[in-house]
């Protein structure tokens, strides 16, 4: 295998695997606040929201994202009257369809974060003096968010993967051009070119998670 080849097939995937990043930058920038807003909703007191926000949480951690993927990008022009207005960009419905389904995976692992917090925190907050905003934004955000951090990353990790479902609605992105020099050349290395790509992807992302995890230590 010479390194003429592999320079020629590197140059598409890497095209392939910027819209993988994007794709997964889109995603992850929308879908953590969406998943934070969510949590919020399940522990409203108004019950009609509180219970919308579960079964929403519910539909979607419960169908397979490739599932979902489809019935954006090839169900919803079907529908009658409003179908025509729901024909987008193929890209673009993916990215929906990813943060719509990751938002409620986050939704889960900020409220498991919120369920971690000691009910002491709470009670010492209000010895303090502290009202119900500054409890919220100085005492519980930070202590949820650092106790959330290793799943969020987990997730992260996660999306980075399942950004290959972009090649089942015909979204050219890495796995996408890897497959087609593997019909075209008759091996198997475009294969393990992208999953070294995939493996720097999820290692700078790996890192990047464990600064952060270090930056949050209140130690």
Excluded at 39 to 55: C, E, F, I
Excluded at 108 to 127: M, N, P, S, T, W
Excluded at 187 to 210: D, E, G, N, S
Aim: glycine share 4%; aromatic share 12%.
């Amino acid at each position: 295998m010479s390194l003429d080849y592999l320079l020629t097939i590197l140059k598409p995937m890497l095209e392939g695997a910027q819209a993988t990043i994007l794709l997964f930058l889109v995603a992850i920038i929308v879908s953590i606040p969406l998943g934070f807003l969510l949590t919020l909703a399940v522990r409203s007191s108004v019950k009609p929201v509180a219970w919308l926000a579960q079964a929403y949480i519910y539909l979607m951690r419960g169908t397979p994202l490739l599932l979902q993927l489809l019935v954006i990008v090839f169900g919803l022009p079907l529908l009658p009257v409003v179908g025509d207005y729901l024909v987008l960009d193929r890209f673009v419905a993916a990215c929906i369809g990813f943060i719509l389904n990751y938002a409620a995976y986050f939704a889960e692992i900020f409220r498991g974060g919120l369920l971690a917090i000691d009910k002491g925190q709470y009670e010492a907050a209000q010895v303090l003096g502290l009202n119900r905003w500054q409890t919220t934004t100085k005492v519980v955000l930070p202590q949820m968010f650092r106790i959330a951090l290793p799943a969020v990353a987990n997730e992260s990790v996660t999306l980075v993967k399942d950004t290959a479902l972009l090649y089942a609605v015909a979204v050219p992105e890495l796995l996408h051009f890897a497959q087609t020099a593997v019909n075209r050349d008759f091996t198997i290395v475009p294969f393990f070119l992208a999953a070294l790509i995939y493996l720097l992807i999820t290692m700078v992302l790996t890192l990047f998670f464990k600064w952060l995890e270090r930056r949050m230590q209140f130690e």
